[in-house]
């Protein structure tokens, strides 16, 4: 995402950037005139802003800035009164680092998107504010004349971190702007993801319900300029670093699904019934196992109908079959989900058993690889991959032998499945990076779940393994593909527990996205 935002939003960024110069001392504002003529990023800059190279506290009278020349710092002119700066650039997701000077009982406010307001005022050492969002770090009110009180749903800073007037102080944000449907309609709000005041931590994670007290909008929309307000008082602005970012491309981007081994309840028994609360808690599809006993008379093709009323996907099929050989009603079983399938370019998971070879020995490699081929031929033609599925317990036990057989298959539509649970009670040693490295060229799916270090079944949110860093590691490797959520064995009603673990997962995403920001 560095490189992304370097190579392809480097002007905006550049356009934005104003660097602090050097110049000889003057306590005399020079003519608004001088240095007017470097405003090309921003659209109000009339002749009351000015560029100079510094901006300090006036000695003989606390309530004026008085500058220095050179470049690198914008004021708003003598009297305070200037128009508002707006930027040319429209922006929406945005990194912002800005710094600013105010002198005693000064006022201005930066507008995100120009609709959100942060405030800025001379707040060093108050202790009681006028109303939530009036103080310096801010989020400003919003306001409706026919309401009583007009303004509302202001948010103060968690501690105030503003320093004395006449000293520079700066602002370092994460905004993510407002969400529209190709219809209009608002899908999600506006939220000052994180906002720091000299360093300290002054916002996490505010939800916006809609722009505050001088929006230039009078309809909320998803982008809009910067804007620096110069009507309020003598303000001086510098280093003002906007990075644009794509928080569609942060986080976890990958398509959850849940395998059906923990969408039966009681509660939810029918096709419909799980397909219609998966739809609603935010999973993107359902894996089968046409196997699963508490599956009851749902059959697969009940679950296609469902999940295409829905606008879910079908994730892989699994099946287990043997070395030693295939039986005339498995091949049928398979030979019928690949039809089915077909339209979809869908997924067969296969786990592989014996009876004669011990777990993971090469010596059952010919049988497999045979069985392996013969079933990828057929789902070829369909546009069905094959996706060899490791299990504790069984031939096919660890990641590195679904890559070893997959390898030997050399068929395009062969790949593993790397299954959290079923390596965690495999592998010694622990290096989910080294797996996945070897992995990566094969690697289709996915499946993680709460667990212990040792090995065990839980909802997301539970369990001492971390989860999210194996998640990280796996995001750090390039893989985009899906992610599936075993459910096996847990207890309870499956709403409750596909709930908790989406919201785990959700949780994660964000915790990943704001990182990557940070990172930028």
Request: proline share 3%; charged share 25%.
């Amino acid at each position: 995402m560095k490189t992304f935002v370097r190579e392809h939003l480097a002007g905006v960024v550049a356009s934005l950037l104003l660097c602090a110069g050097a110049g000889g001392a003057t306590e005399r504002f020079k003519k608004i005139e001088q240095g007017c003529d470097d405003f090309s990023a921003w659209q109000g800059a009339t002749t009351e802003w000015a560029i100079f190279g510094d901006a300090y506290l006036n000695q003989k009278n606390a309530k004026l800035l008085v500058v220095k020349p050179g470049t690198g710092v914008i004021v708003n002119g003598r009297k305070g009164e200037s128009r508002a700066l707006v930027s040319r650039a429209e922006l929406g997701d945005i990194k912002a680092h800005i710094e600013f000077v105010i002198p005693e009982n000064s006022n201005s406010g930066v507008y995100f998107s120009g609709q959100y307001e942060l405030q800025i005022a001379d707040s060093w050492g108050a202790k009681r504010p006028a109303y939530a969002g009036s103080e310096c770090g801010g989020i400003y009110q919003r306001w409706d004349k026919n309401r009583n009180p007009k303004g509302f749903e202001g948010h103060s800073p968690l501690v105030n971190a503003s320093r004395p007037p006449g000293q520079w102080q700066s602002f370092d944000v994460i905004f993510r702007a407002a969400r529209f449907d190709e219809a209009g309609k608002k899908i999600s709000n506006a939220r000052f993801v994180k906002v720091e005041q000299n360093g300290t931590v002054i916002h996490k994670d505010v939800e916006l319900r809609g722009p505050t007290r001088g929006s230039m909008y009078e309809k909320e929309r998803g982008k809009g300029p910067l804007v620096l307000q110069g009507d309020h008082g003598p303000v001086a602005y510098r280093n003002i670093r906007i990075e644009p970012f794509d928080t569609e491309k942060s986080g976890l981007r990958n398509a959850f699904f849940a395998m059906d081994t923990g969408t039966v309840s009681a509660r939810y028994r029918t096709a419909r019934e799980q397909v219609e609360m998966l739809k609603e808690l935010g999973y993107t599809g359902i894996g089968y196992w046409p196997g699963n006993p508490n599956q009851g008379e749902n059959k697969l093709s009940d679950f296609l109908t469902e999940l295409d009323r829905h606008e879910l996907g079908i994730f892989p099929v699994y099946f287990t079959i043997s070395v030693e050989g295939r039986s005339e009603q498995q091949l049928a079983s398979i030979t019928k989900a690949i039809r089915l399938l077909g339209r979809r370019g869908g997924t067969i998971w296969l786990a592989i058993t014996s009876e004669r070879y011990r777990r993971s020995s090469v010596t059952g490699d010919v049988g497999a690889v045979e069985i392996v081929r013969t079933i990828a031929d057929m789902a070829q033609e369909s546009g069905v991959n094959v996706a060899l599925y490791p299990h504790v317990d069984f031939w096919l036990e660890r990641v590195e032998d679904a890559v070893r057989v997959a390898e030997k298959a050399n068929r395009r539509n062969v790949g593993v499945t790397f299954n959290l649970y079923h390596w965690l009670r495999t592998d010694r040693r622990r290096d989910a990076g080294r797996v996945l490295q070897r992995a990566l060229p094969y690697l289709f799916v996915v499946t993680i779940n709460g667990s212990s270090n040792e090995g065990s079944i839980e909802t997301l949110d539970k369990g001492a393994f971390e989860v999210y860093g194996f998640l990280k590691e796996l995001k750090s490797l390039g893989y985009n593909g899906p992610i599936g959520l075993q459910g096996y064995g847990i207890e309870g009603d499956a709403y409750e527990n596909l709930k908790r673990s989406m919201d785990a997962w959700r949780g994660f995403s964000e915790r990943m996205a704001l990182e990557e920001i940070e990172d930028l």
